[in-house]
């Protein structure tokens, strides 16, 4: 059975940074790409970043370029999500999802988890 | 990039059927075959429904069907269950290897 476990999540002040976590189980990590969506309170699902299987290539969607960075640890099963300078508006619970494939492509997310809540207040 | 629109509720009795629309552009919707539905308990992580725009995943039920017409997508679900009360989230591949998602509609069984 495909699992996905966010953690890391929690309170931060503005500007301050903090390292979110996805374990994976169920199936073998390497071979599929992941990404990040995030839902702020009382708004809809709005996408993050993704990276390929092996790590070697990432994107983002502009509201975060230069801020966060994804990446992830295939010997872990592991995927990452390091989020720096964080905003008020930037507070949402951050969800990790897989791709059908290993590539990023014009593709779907095919399992999700429950999701790990920022919050970023002082 | 400016979300997908969806009504924020529908609602239905069981056994009836409800159609949920996404309302993107001619820079997602309109330009990919690429649209998916995902269902979502709150509290639970959500669930694939339907992806490339009609297809459905194994497990899915076939009273789930999707559609697309121009920049408009479509989910509906017939035979309508107490348990398909839940969030309806559509997303569309926007190019550049960026997605947009709708805000969501909640459907209510009633």
């Known amino acids: 059975e495909v699992q996905l476990l966010e953690s890391g999540g929690g309170l931060v002040q503005p500007g301050g940074s903090l390292r979110l976590s996805c374990a994976a189980s169920g199936f073998t990590f390497n071979n599929y790409a992941m990404s990040w969506v995030r839902q702020a309170p009382g708004k809809g699902l709005e996408w993050v970043s993704a990276i390929s299987g092996s790590g070697g290539t990432t994107y983002y969607a502009d509201f975060v370029k230069g801020r966060f960075t994804i990446s992830r640890d295939n010997s872990k099963s592991t995927l990452y999500l390091q989020m720096t300078s964080l905003r008020a508006e930037d507070t949402a619970v951050y969800s990790c999802?897989?791709?059908?494939?290993?590539?990023?492509?014009?593709?779907?997310?095919?399992?999700w988890g429950q999701g790990s809540l920022v919050t970023v207040s002082s | 990039q400016s979300a997908l629109t969806q009504a924020r509720s529908v609602s239905g009795s069981p056994g009836q059927s409800v159609t949920i629309s996404c309302t993107g552009s001619s820079t997602d919707v309109g330009a990919y075959n690429y649209v998916s539905w995902y269902q979502h308990h709150p509290g639970k992580a959500p669930k694939l429904m339907i992806y490339?725009?009609?297809q459905r995943p194994s497990g899915v039920p076939d009273r789930f069907s999707g559609s697309k017409s121009g920049k408009t997508a479509s989910l509906t679900i017939s035979g309508l269950q107490a348990e398909d009360e839940a969030n309806y989230y559509c997303?569309?591949?926007?190019?550049?290897?960026?997605?947009?998602f709708g805000g969501g509609t909640k459907l209510t069984v009633l």
């Open positions: 999802a897989r791709y059908p494939f290993k590539v990023v492509a014009k593709y779907y997310f095919d399992y």
């Open positions: 490339d725009v009609t």
């Open positions: 997303c569309s591949y926007a190019g550049s290897y960026t997605w947009v």
